[in-house]
């Protein structure tokens, strides 16, 4: 039987560990850290184990959904009971407006969000020449935006949203990378209020457009780790891979002991930086454009909070415009928007929020002490939603360097990298720093991943 090593245990590396074994290969999935999961993870707040990582796949994909149907978690499958999200924008909770990804197919509709002068500027890309860019093209999703419809369509609505999923800056991410529907429906013919509005209008089908899993999705690592019936070395750092004429020599280390590990195959499914330093003797053009994928780092912070100590609170939560200047860029309310939070919560009367500290290259923040932090994010709750309340219990989780940059060219520097992989037998690389940072998308990385190896 063939042999394996998954170097890395967060999701794509136990999906990649779940798709060879279902191959029929042997399998040994090694994390350095004391847990599998990566950044789906879990802990115990006010008596309630919540999600203090990602909270939720995309559910118009079928990866991920599938993938937690498969390792027999297909009755904990949950939807939101509320998608009504808010901007805090100048001050005020003011519902969000439908968009693509911040581009408005109705700028009429940014009313209370961006000023009178600032729509009156959106308005006018309806009557530009249709958009267009040249094939292979890429710009920043930002730039675009901004020289379209104007500064605050950026600013106000653009900067959120991608900033809640990459803690990054629109003026530098990437449109192909970070809207890859927005960049495929650009076609010379439209212009992008035309294209946006297209997208907003097209029916789902009543389908939900984000899924969980009752008990928190800190659970799915751990099933598909077992389900795959890896080989799991916890705490275990591969210290480097060498190849030779038709194996792999894998060296690790687990506090003073070394060894030595034989495999068919290695899959990386590590942070840029470390495929990085692994393949630099293997891999030298991969591991340089590995290595150029700046990450951002950032904290959830989760809050207990009695629930007859709390306001009512409208919606699923919130996002903030950098340009704002607060500490939180995201809010939820986690007993608002999960049925399962607040069922857990009842027993104990506490109702669970969530909020999101640290951006890109902007991580100061993330240097202070828990309860600075905590301190913190209360100071804006109480300004957001009026919450003048200290919580029953908090937990800070800091994610260093947990988001992956998409910044312009991003499609072009995965490319190489998979190029360079590609020329060396028995080695696939995976994982958030490729094909998008959602669950679903890592899902789909390592198992595409896997099929390189198995052929």
Sequence with gaps: MKHAVVIGGGISGVTAAHALSGA????????????????????????????????????????AVALTRAVGLTDDIVHPATTAANLWCRGALTPMPRTLMGVPGDPQALTGIVSAKGIARARLEARMAPVMLAEGEDVSIGGLVEERFGKEVVDRLVEPLLGGVYAGYARELSLRATVPQLAAAIDGQRTLTQIAAASVSRPTGGIPVFAGISGGMGRLPDAVAEASGAEVRLRTTVVSLVRGSDEWT???RQGAELEALAADAVVLAVPPASAAHLLQPIATRAAHELDRIDTASMAVVTLAFAARDLPAIPGSGFLTP??????????????????????????????VLRASVGRYRDDAVLQRTDRDIVDLVLADLADAIGLSVRPVDSHVQRWLGGLPQYAVGHLDRVAAVRRDVAAVPGLAVCGAAYDGVGIAACVASAQTAASQITG
């Design 250 to 252: 894998v060296h690790l």
């Design 322 to 351: 950098a340009v704002d200047g607060r500490q939180v860029k995201a809010a939820t309310f986690a007993a608002n928007k999960w049925d399962w939070v607040r069922v857990a919560g009842d027993p104990g009367g506490v109702r």
């Design 24 to 63: 029929g290969w042997r399998v040994t999935l090694v994390e350095s850290g004391a847990h599998l999961g990566g950044k789906l993870a879990r802990a115990e707040v006010g008596g309630v184990i919540v999600d203090v990582g990602a909270e939720a796949m995309l559910n118009l994909r079928p990866e």
